[in-house]
């Protein structure tokens, strides 16, 4: 037993018949019907690999394989087999295995149609191949089967897009095997097959009877189907009979053919729209319908009815159903009277409406009715069905078009017209039946001669139907009488006349006969047309039995023969008429005189004379016997009858020339085979035929003579077979004188040929004639004389034509057609005879290439020649006639394939086929000759160049053509064969071709062009579609690769061998050939790239050389990059491999550095557009696009500054914004464009979709579209930077009109300003960590802003649903180094908090709330996010001793929003806030969050009161329940102050900040009281004891005095009625309080109160207990961050930000679930601490804190500072209720305040002098609800400067008292007093000033619109200055033009750390850049 592996010898191929899994060691996986290639055996076991997968090689069971013949090619380790089975069946096995795995696809696709189409068709396939497979088949059917495979294959393929398949009898051809020119042919015939159909001149209709319906009938009816011919007026086909049962239906059901027609052979001219089918409808029963039973019983043919069809209608049909079978229901008519219903079809046609109507309201026919098209035969194969179903057969009334030899008809057709009868003794008109009967001339009744239509069986006689009371009735009635033709002769027809009774009995009496005889006594039978035949009188019992009797009578008028008995009934008439159709009958007497002229012999010139008169149907019909008798005559007398008899060949010859009748071809050349007997008449013929060519040189007409050229073929087919005939019987004698004879005629024939035509053209047709039909002479001097005298002989006659340059074109054309013809002939196939015509063929062809005429027919031969040779290539003569072509075609084909190419395209379809196909013509051509060339014949072609020149000009002229070859659109696109052919020949040739390119032009010869073109034609090639194999499937490249390689890689090799013979000539294609080079390198082809990559590192060194860098090469890499990638062209394993060599080869280098700096540009660059291109995918979300697109522009900014590249990605950018809707980023984003542009006149070329106009146009139409941009997004503040900035343009240029709209439009962005609601959205932070992000985002945390109503959890789901693979991280911590590398996708996202820079606008009071919510969330850097945490150890009693916060800042690297809707984080800041700076901020948060409510209550901004009860309910509730009790046991016990002494100013903060706290709410309880509704009054009683208990357990017994007056300052809710410079306060029931700005004189920080929410939220809080969107948003009543519980019950959860006491937290009616709902860390915006809410101070750098004014012992606000800070250093002050000593030690008792501490107002800078604003008094009443009054006290007044608006300080820094933070106590201004004394219930305020008086002026309000121009910053204004967004920031030194005169605006010069200010506002910006050309 063998164990070893023996490599097999037979058992090479087998089909897998049983499933293998392979799980044995080295097993090879199979499955049934897999193809397997076996390679070795051992021990029933075999080794190989399944075709499929050919690198996967395994073994598996012998035993499963069933082993096929297979042929072996190239036998040892690259084996290839080829299985021996039919080649249809191999390829129908590899195609359906194709299909296969595409029809799944289909379905994956969701095309239904398709996918069950093809799955039907794959079915049909299989079935055939099983009858193939079996080999049963006859031969016929075998070739039936194969065409159809091979047609249902073509259609797959079309379908599935592959490529077409050139065939050959049904099998696929090897492209090797045959010529270029024969492949070419073969893929155009199967194109056009597919493409264009062949129109096919012969139709049929098939017909199926269904039913009749219509009410009442009761009787048997006969249906009649003719088609007719409504222009002509008569029928056009024979009838179609079907019988129906009483039902309407058919009479025979399960008889097929007697209910279906075939309606053949109608012609093109039949399908008309005047061609109609028409229906008779006859019913069998009584005379009358409605006649009752026991009447007659006689049965009758009566009229029933009638219906008609356009066949326009059915054409119609046919184009919208595509040949399906349609039903149509057709009307049934019938005559208003009898009369008429021979013409009824036509009325109907007509629509003479009132000759018919119908015959019931809902009768109708019901038919099936289908075109087919084709020959008979083809129907019988496409439509078996039909036939073996059974159908009636319905003839033409004719012969068809074409009549065809073997065609047997006899048939006779006779109408039934009309007759005139007398009344015969009646009263009434006589009810006329006629009986017909045929008899032979004995008498006896034809059987079976009658046939009333197909369908049914003839009968032998036939009743007519009945016209009732009709004397002269109509019928029209056709019949067919299919007589046998030996029984025509003698025959008669026999009509006998009856009378009908309606009486009881139904009798029918006879009155008369008439008759009329089938064939006249001289053979011929009855003449077509109508015949009015006598009636003889006779009775009822007259015999008929004896014919002889009344045959002897008259039977017609006019025809006189036979006796002259008297005829009896003169005046009535019978009239039929008659059509003969029959192959063997004639009625031409002409022709019968010539066929029997043997009984005339002396009238044979007559008869011959009258030959050429016989219609010429008759003479095809009996062509044997019409040629025996000719060459009888001539046997008789030839020299009498010679020249007549030739003439009468030449006449019947010349008949079968046209179309009806060349079918008839073959029925003459088998008479000349078989029965020509004529051995002499060859010397007649000749003799005959030379006399004519002689006599044409003179003859002046020329018409007979050329039939006589034109017969020639024939007249040489009888010469030649003549001679044959001779020679077989005298044994060869005579053959000098038939040889001399023959030459003698064709000398005859070369003189008439060189004859030029003067002046006339006669001669020169008659030439024509002659050589159109010469070349069918070839074949049959062949027969008799050897080939190469025949050559000579047709040598010499072609060249006695004269020079093209005398002779007429048209001529020429003929000509050249002629040599056509003899190429295409036997003649020039033989290779002895070739060599002799071959050069005068190439002759002519050169002739006409050369003047660039007759190309299709050049074509034509120039590919017949190619297959030819290409056949014969293995003979020694091939090489010497490829020589030949070469040097005389090669050339001049170049030059013509050019010529063609430059040519305009032609316009019309039939002309631009036409240009194609000659183009294809001479592109196979030009291959099929290189293809033909060896290594001999390239040689002695660049050795035939007498100069350099020479070679370069055919160089160019050869790559040129190349380049045209590999055109796309050179070959369809399904041409893959023929393009691999190409490609293989191209390739080859340039192989041979780039030999001579080096030798000849390089070094000092060198020609930049020609090497250029040869560089330029291999990148073309390379680039090819049809040679990307990593397109095809698996199979066909298998099949690419085995016959022909990676033709890629070749050219690739041989780039870089001539790149590298260039030398220092390289520098010349530097940098030109960079991008085409870059593009072959972007292919994906391993071999290729590692060739073609080392030349950029060739070409760096060399420019360094040359310039001493390589910038050049850098800028056209990158830019190539850009546009090929956009193209799909590059992948990432390119990327690594182009920085890996690069960087292998830049190692070595000396200038490795800036080598190494440009491929990592490149490389980087490369990540950035693959990133591009993959997110730019249609399955791409839009964020991930624009993230995309935002990287990549930046990129070509900041890295590589690439000015075009950047502009076009912002216009990118652009178009993803507003597909998104991101209408601010779409105008930030063309802001960028926007910017590089200035305000000039410079021309700017057409750049995108910007036409060619100024700069100034386009910076126009930019800021018109940004502003349209930011309308959409509601950024209407920054559109009125805009819009005021061209306004000035405008005003520049005094374009009022347009100034006008500016205005206008400004103003309405104000009005939308102040009207509509904006929404402030979310931000979130995300982090993108792992390597499988795209290289934008992977490992970088960006910061987004949120879409409109988006939370978290809502933007979450987004994220996942953009990256599904990515897995989101559920904590907040920063990620570890595992994370980052992991191959994986995280995402981290939560909320993060923006950090505003416009403290200034938001710390303005009277600036109302949706005013400041566009700054809180527009030109935002800053971001920050809170995380809590435990340090230490946690008191479980108490978890605020221990509970820090971690504050995470992040800084962006743009603000937002900008161009994107987020943006990258730069830098993050993280700091830690100890539990007290925690405690202080909550408590800040919370009683800031306490003065708005109580503002908007105030101020009746709350439609309800509910949100400030909830409120008050949460703190109070909380204080009483121990919130700030835990404050207190936690940082005012005696060990924390030892423990922590630093924090004694932060401790007294937080003391402060809970006594103002209480004093907030007695202040709020105060105004609750007064707006509570009365069924909330029990809750708000509960509130003020819970209050009272709250301060008594801080400790706090009662107030000061101030503490009654209002903490809370109410102004009015409008901007504009602040600018009055005295303000007023209502204290809460109303009463007017002293002017003085309080602490809570606008809306707080809350970013839910003006944006997110509605003011009509509140209205739906229904009572206290309600919740709401309202309340939980705008006071944070659930647990969260924000509003951190208090309480010692709950701890604080990890995700809680800071904690807070339980007054923080929200009602107690509240569940715990809510309070702390979620514990992930991704926090929302409802979970932020109020410190997120309320932004934080700017850091110190950017601060500019508002200075106190007050006497430098009153203590600050800030614990931190030391007392001489607090002194000196102005500092944001606070609430404070703190009474403490000092604050009462520096203010006197006459000083208190009776009203809130005045916030610090900022020092006017601009003068020494400080100035105040005086106060006019105002009165107000005390508040009813303190029992105490007010004391009288002096306060201080400020007032803002006109630069308040400039001032700046922290965020949370809302205007304050000026007093003492810790105090409470107001300080007295040294410099200004303001002496308050009440006075009956009323405050006087007097301004008392120490230093100076205060001027009064009238300024404008500190929030005043922005300036009209933004090149004002350089001068004090009184107007307010909006903050500029970093993107729409304006040079500083801009200097405004020259502009008319303006109104008068006061301009106040502003001071220098006004203009700091502005710096610390507005970012630095790089200047706007200038663009060159865009």
């Not at 050329?706 to 020679?727: C, G, W």
Request: aromatic share 10%; proline share 5%; charged share 25%.
């Amino acid at each position: 037993m063998s164990t070893m592996w023996i490599p097999t010898d037979n058992e090479k191929y087998g089909v897998v018949i049983s499933g293998f899994r392979g799980t044995v060691p080295h097993g090879l996986p199979l499955e049934v019907g897999d193809t397997v290639q076996i390679l070795e055996k051992c021990d029933g076991w075999y080794r190989g690999f399944v075709l499929k997968s050919p690198s996967i090689k395994g073994i598996f069971p012998a035993t499963y394989i069933h082993l096929k013949n297979a042929n072996i090619k190239n036998k040892g380790q690259f084996e290839t087999i080829i299985p021996t089975e039919d080649s249809v069946i191999t390829e129908m096995t590899g195609t359906l295995r194709e299909w296969g795995i595409m029809w799944k696809q289909l379905y994956v696709k969701n095309e239904g149609d398709l996918f069950h189409r093809l799955w039907h068709v794959m079915n049909e396939l299989l079935d055939l191949r099983r009858q193939v497979l079996v080999g049963h088949l006859t031969h016929d059917r075998m070739k039936d089967v194969k065409r159809h495979i091979t047609a249902r294959l073509d259609w797959g393929n079309e379908q599935m897009g592959l490529d077409l398949v050139p065939r050959k009898e049904f099998s696929m051809v090897d492209p090797d095997e045959i010529s270029v020119t024969e492949l070419y042919k073969l893929m155009e015939h199967r194109h056009r097959k597919k493409d264009t159909p062949i129109p096919t001149s012969t139709h049929h209709l098939f017909l199926q009877m269904k039913s009749l319906m219509c009410a009442n009938l009761g009787e048997e009816l006969e249906v009649f189907f003719s088609i007719y011919d409504s222009r002509e007026n008569h029928p056009v086909s024979e009838r179609f009979f079907v019988k129906l049962n009483k039902n309407g239906l058919p009479k025979f059901p399960e008889r097929m053919e007697r209910q279906c027609t075939l309606f053949v052979d109608l012609g093109s001219s039949d399908l008309r729209k005047d061609i109609y089918i028409t229906v008779h409808i006859i019913r069998l029963g009584r005379m009358a319908a409605g006649e009752k039973k026991n009447t007659c019983n006689a049965q009758y043919r009566r009229p029933f009815g009638c219906a008609v069809l356009s066949i326009a209608d059915l054409l119609q049909t046919e184009r919208d159903t595509r040949d399906s079978k349609e039903d149509h229901m057709l009307k049934v008519y019938m005559c208003n009277t009898e009369s008429e219903w021979y013409q009824i079809h036509e009325n109907i046609i007509k629509k003479l409406n009132a000759r018919y109507n119908l015959t019931s309201s809902n009768a109708g026919l019901s038919v099936a009715l289908q075109l087919l098209h084709g020959d008979i035969d083809q129907i019988r194969r496409e439509y078996p069905v039909l036939f073996t179903r059974g159908v009636a057969i319905t003839r033409k009334l004719g012969f068809s078009d074409i009549i065809m030899p073997g065609d047997i008809r006899n048939d006779l057709y006779v109408t039934l017209e009309r007759g005139e009868f007398e009344k015969g003794g009646k009263s009434v008109a006589r009810n006329v039946d006629v009986t017909m009967y045929v008899l032979d001339s004995e008498g006896q009744i034809l059987k079976d001669c009658i046939s009333l239509g197909s369908g049914e069986i003839p009968v032998s006689e036939h009743h007519s139907f009945v016209l009732y009371h009709n004397n002269s009735p109509r019928w029209a009635e056709l019949l067919k009488l299919p007589i046998p033709v030996d029984k025509f002769r003698g025959a008669h027809i026999r009509l006998e006349f009856r009378h009908c009774s309606t009486k009881e009995k139904g009798e029918k009496k006879l009155f008369g006969f008439s008759f009329v005889p089938l064939m006249q006594e001289d053979g011929r039978t009855l003449p077509d047309g109508i015949h009015e035949l006598l009636v003889h009188k006779c009775e009822e019992n007259t015999n008929f039995q004896d014919p002889a009797r009344y045959l002897k009578l008259q039977y017609c008028k006019g025809n006189l023969h036979g006796n002259s008995q008297p005829v009896k009934a003169s005046k009535e008439s019978f009239w039929i008429s008659s059509f003969l159709c029959s192959t063997k009958l004639t009625q031409n007497g002409d022709l019968l005189d010539f066929l029997k002229w043997r009984a005339h012999p002396e009238r044979i010139c007559d008869i011959l004379s009258k030959f050429k008169d016989i219609d010429g149907a008759e003479i095809v019909k009996f062509l044997q016997d019409t040629l025996d008798a000719l060459f009888g005559i001539l046997d008789e007398n030839s020299q009498k009858y010679g020249l007549k008899v030739f003439d009468s060949l030449v006449h019947i010859i010349n008949l079968l020339q046209d179309i009806k009748f060349q079918h008839f071809k073959p029925v003459m050349d088998t008479y000349i085979e078989s029965h020509f007997a004529g051995a002499l008449a060859y010397r007649d013929l000749i003799k005959v035929l030379k006399r004519y060519i002689d006599r044409s040189i003179e003859a002046e007409r020329q018409e007979h003579i050329q039939d006589v050229l034109r017969a020639q073929e024939y007249i040489f087919k009888y010469i030649i077979h003549s001679r044959s005939l001779y020679t077989l019987a005298t044994g060869g004698q005579n053959e000098e004188e038939f040889r001399s004879s023959i030459y003698e005629l064709f000398q005859s024939v070369r003189y008439f040929l060189s004859i030029e035509s003067q002046g006339s053209s006669i001669i020169t047709q008659t030439q024509a004639v002659f050589l159109s039909s010469f070349p069918a002479v070839y074949s049959e001097l062949l027969k008799l004389i050897d080939v190469r005298e025949v050559a000579n002989l047709v040598r010499d006659t072609l060249r006695s034509m004269p020079d093209a340059l005398h002779v007429e074109y048209s001529l020429e054309a003929v000509k050249l057609q002629c040599v056509a013809k003899t190429v295409e002939s036997q003649l020039f196939i033989n290779p002895d005879s070739r060599c002799i015509l071959l050069p005068v063929v190439l002759r002519h062809l050169h002739m006409h290439l050369q003047d660039q005429k007759d190309l299709i027919m050049c074509a034509r031969i120039l590919s017949t020649m190619f297959c030819l040779i290409k056949k014969d290539s293995s003979e020694i003569t091939a090489s010497e006639e490829v020589d030949m072509l070469v040097d005389s075609l090669l050339g001049v084909l170049l030059r013509t394939i050019l010529e063609i190419s430059n040519r305009s395209q032609p316009s019309g379809p039939t002309i631009r086929l036409q240009f194609q196909d000659v183009t294809g013509e001479f592109v196979a051509c030009l291959l099929a000759l290189l293809r033909q060339m060896t290594d001999k014949h390239y040689q002695q072609l660049l050795e035939s160049f007498v100069s350099k020149d020479d070679l370069r000009d055919f160089l160019l002229q050869i790559f040129t053509v190349f380049k045209i070859l590999i055109r796309p659109e050179m070959f369809p696109k399904d041409w893959t064969i023929m393009r691999l052919v190409t490609n293989n020949v191209i390739i080859t040739t340039i192989l041979y071709l780039s030999d001579a390119l080096r030798k000849n032009f390089l070094n000092e010869s060198f020609d930049f062009k020609v090497w250029e073109s040869y560089f330029y034609l291999a990148v073309i090639f390379i680039n090819q579609p049809c040679l990307q194999l990593e397109m095809f499937s698996p199979s066909k490249r298998k099949k690419v690769l085995e016959k022909y390689g990676d033709m890629r890689v070749m050219m690739g090799c041989e780039i870089f061998s001539m790149w590298q013979n260039l030398g220092e000539h390289k520098l010349q294609f530097i940098p030109g050939l960079i991008g085409p080079f870059l593009e072959v390198t972007l292919v994906p082809q391993a071999d290729l790239r590692n060739v073609m990559i080392p030349i950029f590192h060739d070409m760096m060194d060399w420019e360094q050389r040359r310039t001493g860098n390589f910038k050049q090469v850098e800028a056209k890499l990158i830019d190539k990059l850009d546009s090929l990638m956009s193209e799909g062209k590059g992948d990432e394993t390119y990327r690594e491999l182009f920085n890996s060599i690069l960087l292998k080869k830049i190692e070595r280098e000396t200038w490795r550095e800036s080598g190494i700096s440009l491929v990592a540009t490149v490389t980087r660059l490369m990540e950035r557009l693959l990133d591009y291109r993959d997110c730019m995918k249609v399955t791409e979300v839009d964020g991930k696009k624009i993230g995309c697109t935002v990287s990549l522009l930046n990129f070509y900014k900041t890295e590589i500054n690439k000015e075009e590249m950047y502009i076009r990605y912002i216009h990118k950018l652009y178009d993803l914004h507003l597909k998104a809707q991101n209408f601010t980023e779409a105008a930030y984003t063309l802001l960028l464009y926007d910017e590089l542009l200035e305000w000039s006149e410079r021309p700017l070329r057409e750049f995108l979709h910007y036409p060619m106009q100024t700069e100034w146009q386009r910076k126009e139409i930019l800021h018109l579209t940004i502003i349209q941009n930011f309308d959409k997004g509601k950024c209407w503040e920054n559109g009125i930077i805009l819009c005021r900035e061209l306004a000035d343009q405008y005003e520049t240029f005094y374009d009022y009109r347009n100034l006008s709209k500016m205005r206008m439009m400004e103003a309405a962005f104000y009005d939308k300003i102040m009207d509509q609601q904006r929404l402030e959205p979310e931000f979130f932070r995300v982090g993108f960590y792992g390597k499988k992000f795209p290289f934008f985002l992977r490992n970088k945390e960006f910061v987004c802003r949120g879409h409109d109503y988006e939370r978290l959890e809502a933007f979450q789901q987004r994220m996942l649903n953009e990256f599904p693979h990515a897995i989101a991280m559920q904590h907040a911590n920063q990620p570890e180094e595992t994370i980052f590398q992991a191959d994986a996708q995280y995402l981290q996202i939560y909320a993060v908090i923006p950090i505003p820079d416009n403290h200034e606008i938001l710390q303005k009071e009277a600036i109302p709330d949706h005013i400041k919510s566009f700054y809180r969330v527009n030109n935002i850097w800053r971001f920050r996010y809170d995380r809590p945490f435990h340090k230490g150890i946690k008191d479980k009693e108490n978890e605020f001793k221990s509970l820090w916060v971690e504050r995470t800042t992040l800084t962006l690297v743009q603000s937002l929003p900008g161009i994107s809707r987020w943006f990258e984080v730069d830098r993050r800041e993280v700091v830690e806030m100890s539990p007290l700076e925690n405690a202080i901020e909550v408590l800040e948060n919370k009683n800031q969050q306490l003065r708005t409510l109580i503002t908007q209550c105030q101020s009746r901004q709350m439609q309800n009161i509910n949100p400030l009860t909830m409120c008050l309910n949460g703190v109070i509730d909380a204080a009483v329940n121990g919130g700030l009790a835990r404050y207190q046991e936690a940082f005012f016990v005696k060990d924390y102050i030892l423990n922590h002494p630093e924090d004694g100013d932060k401790i007294s903060r937080l003391r402060e900040l809970m006594f103002e706290q209480a004093h907030i709410l007695e202040y709020g309880l105060a105004v609750h009281e007064k707006f509570v509704p009365q069924d909330m009054r029990p809750l708000h009683k509960k509130l003020v004891d819970q209050f009272f208990v709250m301060k008594s357990r801080l400790g706090i017994q009662d107030f000061p005095g101030y503490a009654r007056v209002s903490p809370i300052h109410l102004t009015n809710g409008s901007p504009r009625t602040c600018r009055n410079p005295t303000l007023g306060a209502v204290s809460p029931d109303g009463a007017r309080l002293v002017n003085r700005r309080s602490p809570l004189s606008y809306p707080a920080f809350n970013r839910y109160s003006s944006s997110s929410l509605s003011s009509q939220a509140s209205a739906e809080v229904s009572n206290i207990t309600g919740q709401s969107e309202s309340s939980d948003e705008v006071f944070q009543m659930q647990a969260s961050p924000s509003t951190s519980s208090l309480s010692s019950t709950h701890s604080a959860s990890p995700n809680v930000t800071s904690s807070a006491p339980s007054s923080a937290r929200g009602s107690p009616l509240l569940s715990d679930k809510h309070k702390h709902s979620r514990e992930n860390t991704c926090l929302s915006p409802r979970e932020r601490p109020c410190s997120a809410i309320y932004p934080i101070s700017m850091e110190p750098a950017q601060q500019t804190l508002t200075q106190q004014i007050g006497d430098p012992c009153m203590p600050r606000s800030d614990p931190n500072l030391s007392a001489p800070e607090k002194v000196m250093n102005p500092t944001p002050s606070s609430w404070s209720l703190d009474s403490g000593k000092e604050a009462r030690n520096c203010v006197p008792d006459s000083a208190r305040l009776v009203s809130p501490p005045v916030p610090p107002r900022p020092p006017h800078t601009g003068s020494p002098a400080k100035t105040y604003r005086s106060f006019s008094p105002q009165a107000f009443e005390t508040p009813p609800a303190h029992p105490r009054s007010p004391h009288k006290s002096s306060v201080q007044s400020l007032t803002p400067s006109p630069t308040d608006y400039q001032s700046l300080g922290p965020v949370y820094n809302s205007p304050v008292l000026s007093g003492s933070s810790s105090s409470g106590i107001s300080s007295l201004s040294r410099g200004s007093v303001t002496e308050t004394t009440l006075t009956d219930g009323t405050i006087t305020c007097t301004l008392i000033g120490s230093e100076e008086l205060i001027k009064r002026e009238n300024e404008t309000f500190a929030c005043m619109p922005p300036r009209y121009n933004l090149s004002e910053h350089g001068t004090g204004t009184s107007r307010r200055r909006a903050p500029l967004p970093h993107s729409l920031s304006v040079p500083p030194n801009a200097e405004p033009p020259a502009l008319p005169p303006k109104p008068h605006v006061l301009r106040v010069h502003r001071s220098e750390g006004e203009n700091r200010m502005d710096e610390i506002l507005v970012r630095p910006r790089s200047q706007p850049r200038k663009v060159s050309q865009l």
